[in-house]
């Protein structure tokens, strides 16, 4: 496809979708702030987002509306299935220098993966990078709650061998519960609470909020990770706290799930 501003030829290596419902966490806590990091405004059906290199091996990060078509290209991926994702340039939001995710693959026979020089996308932006792993922090806490979703039976069994948290005496994990309990009596920013099908008839639950982020299925159990907890998973006491102000747990997810943006 043509991509960059210099009207070349872009060889794409992934994408990903970044909508209401779906966006790599890495991004934000939220869709607007995702949408934010990368010079766009937020749009209902939100976009698609290209990541590949031109000839001379530079990484290019190309915004388009196109939504179904780059969920098409993704969906066929998995699949294991070929599928030429070649965006019609009118579709183009903005192409960015560099790529906010990390990825592990190149395009042979074109140099190896650099980032253009600052500006040569036109914004004046410096290029877009995945963040360091080396501190913790808040994209690292989203990032550690994106890989419990997706490896969720394995995280699932280690923390309930290791014992998981201390307990809703723990003040973090009090707070987040607080603050996503909160999200089911005034709605947050879109992409704050999202739900996605689990499997017999469970979902897969993540919110995030300042600090803090939670993954849950609606039939088992929540997990919580801190910014002030390096690392650290820890699991969702199933008894509420009326003292407290805290729900049952199944109470919460459920009234959570509710409120959740799903995909469409």
């Given at each position: 496809?043509?991509?960059?501003?210099?009207?070349?030829?872009?060889?794409?290596?992934?994408?990903?979708?970044?909508?209401?419902?779906?966006?790599?966490?890495?991004?934000?806590?939220?869709?607007?702030?995702?949408?934010?990091?990368?010079?766009?405004?937020?749009?209902?059906?939100?976009?698609?987002?290209?990541?590949?290199?031109?000839?001379e091996g530079?990484?290019?990060?190309?915004?388009?509306?196109?939504?179904?078509?780059?969920?098409?290209?993704?969906?066929?991926?998995?699949?294991?299935?070929?599928?030429?994702?070649?965006?019609?340039?009118?579709?183009?939001?903005?192409?960015?220098?560099?790529?906010?995710?990390?990825?592990?693959?190149?395009?042979?026979?074109?140099?190896?993966?650099?980032?253009?020089?600052?500006?040569?996308?036109?914004?004046?932006?410096?290029?877009?990078?995945?963040?360091?792993?080396?501190?913790?922090?808040?994209?690292?806490?989203?990032?550690?709650?994106?890989?419990?979703a997706r490896?969720?039976?394995?995280?699932?069994?280690?923390?309930?061998?290791?014992?998981?948290?201390?307990?809703?005496?723990?003040?973090?994990?009090?707070?987040?519960?607080?603050?996503?309990?909160?999200?089911?009596?005034?709605?947050?920013?879109?992409?704050?609470?999202?739900?996605?099908?689990?499997?017999?008839?469970?979902?897969?639950?993540?919110?995030?909020?300042?600090?803090?982020?939670?993954?849950?299925r609606t039939?088992?159990?929540?997990?919580?990770?801190?910014?002030?907890?390096?690392?650290?998973?820890?699991?969702?006491?199933?008894?509420?706290?009326?003292?407290?102000?805290?729900?049952?747990?199944?109470?919460?997810?459920?009234?959570?799930?509710?409120?959740?943006?799903?995909?469409?």
């Open positions: 496809m043509s991509d960059d501003e210099g009207g070349g030829s872009l060889y794409v290596l992934s994408a990903v979708l970044l909508t209401p419902a779906q966006f790599p966490g890495i991004l934000g806590d939220d869709f607007p702030e995702a949408c934010s990091l990368l010079g766009v405004q937020p749009t209902a059906q939100g976009y698609g987002l290209v990541l590949g290199q031109d000839e530079a990484r290019w990060t190309v915004v388009v509306d196109d939504v179904s078509l780059v969920a098409m290209a993704i969906a066929s991926w998995d699949c294991g299935m070929e599928y030429d994702l070649s965006p019609d340039e009118r579709s183009i939001v903005v192409s960015l220098a560099g790529w906010p995710l990390d990825l592990s693959v190149a395009t042979p026979g074109i140099p190896e993966p650099h980032d253009p020089e600052q500006g040569a996308d036109g914004t004046g932006r410096v290029p877009l990078a995945p963040p360091s792993g080396e501190a913790w922090g808040p994209v690292q806490r989203r990032m550690g709650a994106d890989q419990v490896e969720w039976a394995d995280w699932r069994e280690q923390v309930a061998t290791d014992g998981g948290a201390a307990g809703a005496a723990h003040p973090g994990l009090a707070r987040a519960l607080k603050e996503a309990l909160a999200y089911t009596q005034s709605p947050p920013p879109p992409g704050r609470v999202r739900s996605s099908f689990a499997g017999e008839g469970a979902r897969t639950l993540r919110a995030d909020g300042p600090g803090w982020s939670l993954v849950a039939d088992d159990a929540a997990f919580v990770l801190l910014d002030e907890e390096p690392g650290e998973v820890l699991a969702v006491p199933r008894e509420g706290d009326p003292g407290a102000g805290l729900p049952e747990l199944a109470e919460l997810l459920a009234a959570l799930d509710r409120i959740a943006v799903r995909p469409a």
